[in-house]
């Protein structure tokens, strides 16, 4: 069992940065696939990020070449820096861990899931 607590979500103007925060409790945190998802007004959760226990990374095309997830794991911490933010971008986030060997991009393929932390891009 995990639990997840996200931080870091804001107003931003376009081009700005914020960095997400996923705070989890329980044991095992280095055994979990961590990954970020978003969830845009009428639309569906989408992936955006995922980190596994190796520090091996994926990202949506979207956010490919602006986003960097992360982890550590003596904390108990993963992060999302989000740069050169666009309008598009708006979005509840939420932090998702699973103990799982392989990638998932897809809602499913997580058990554990944050309450979510909004971010807000304007132009």
């Known amino acids: 069992q995990v639990q997840l607590v996200e931080s870091g979500g804001g107003l931003v103007q376009a081009g700005g940065s914020l960095r997400l925060s996923c705070a989890a409790s329980?044991?095992?945190?280095?055994?979990?696939?961590m990954a970020w998802f978003r969830e845009a007004p009428g639309k569906d959760r989408e992936f955006v990020a995922a980190?596994?226990?190796?520090?091996?990374?994926y990202y949506a095309d979207s956010v490919k070449g602006r986003f960097t997830i992360s982890r550590d794991n003596a904390n108990n911490l993963a992060y999302l820096q989000m740069n050169n933010l666009k309008p598009e971008d708006t979005a509840l986030y939420y932090c998702?861990?699973?103990?799982?060997?392989?990638?998932?991009?897809?809602?499913?393929?997580?058990?554990?899931w944050g309450q979510g932390t909004q971010v807000t891009v304007f132009s």
């Open positions: 998702a861990a699973e103990r799982r060997e392989s990638l998932a991009t897809r809602p499913i393929g997580y058990d554990y």
């Open positions: 329980g044991r095992s945190f280095y055994d979990y696939y």
């Open positions: 980190i596994s226990r190796n520090s091996n990374t």
